[in-house]
């Protein structure tokens, strides 16, 4: 089975920090995607990387950046954490080529206080 | 508008019954169609997938899709419990491309 393990469970940080959300899967895809889920808005996708080193901004990459140094680990970077970024935020990953089959981790909830 | 339309809910069903959930949408470009599960203090799972206009069934689900009306819907048969979770439908323009996911429609299933 495909894991997909993000670092935290629960995080409640402070308006103007900078905040780490990591995430780790262990199947040797390709691509990692970094989602938030509003209620009543969905998924919005902020980061996509399709390689080592390669980014793609998503719809909503304001506010936000992101690391990928080594394949199986995607970092989502808040510089300066503010309170509309608190949310729920969701890692997946895919194989090449098969962006809509998305294996997701558990979510990270993060409250910006 | 949103580009993908999805009542959230709460749809509220006695265990056994017919579950029908839908979505709707504006891109006539769509041609991939899925229908993902969240468990409460999950992540989604891939539940069903689908190309272009038809029907596929697994087990107790069956996935349609109507693009002449830019339709599609979920219907989860002899509902259970443990049906009872969000139902998040989600669509691209071709393989390979990013997904556009609609709000999600909360399920429960009532013993």
């Known amino acids: 089975d495909v894991k997909v393990t993000q670092s935290s469970r629960y995080l409640v940080k402070r308006t103007g920090e900078k905040v780490f959300l990591e995430c780790v899967q262990d199947?040797?895809?390709?691509?990692m995607f970094w989602y938030r889920q509003d209620p009543g808005l969905g998924l919005r996708l902020i980061y996509f990387?399709?390689?080592?080193?390669?980014?793609e901004k998503g719809d909503i990459p304001e506010g936000y950046s992101v690391s990928r140094e080594k394949k199986e680990r995607f970092s989502l970077i808040l510089e300066s954490a503010s309170t509309n970024q608190t949310s729920m935020y969701l890692c997946?990953?895919?194989?090449?080529?098969?962006?809509?089959?998305?294996?997701f981790g558990s979510g990270t909830q993060l409250s910006v206080l | 508008q949103k580009e993908v339309e999805q009542d959230p809910g709460p749809l509220s069903v006695p265990e056994g019954a017919i579950v029908s959930l839908n979505c709707t949408y504006s891109?006539?470009?769509?041609?991939?169609f899925m229908w993902y599960r969240q468990y409460s203090r999950k992540g989604p799972e891939l539940l069903m997938y689908t190309y272009s206009s038809g029907n596929k069934e697994d087990g107790r689900f069956t996935a349609q899709v109507d693009k002449s009306s830019k339709y599609i819907s979920l219907f989860i048969r002899d509902s259970q419990p443990s049906d009872s979770a969000t139902y998040l439908c989600?669509?691209?323009?071709?393989?390979?491309?990013?997904?556009?996911f609609g709000g999600g429609t909360r399920v429960l299933v009532k013993p």
């Open positions: 989600a669509m691209s323009p071709a393989a390979g491309n990013k997904l556009t």
């Open positions: 990387s399709y390689d080592v080193k390669m980014k």
């Open positions: 997946a990953s895919s194989i090449q080529g098969k962006r809509e089959k998305l294996f």
């Open positions: 891109n006539s470009a769509f041609q991939y």
């Open positions: 199947m040797d895809h390709e691509n």
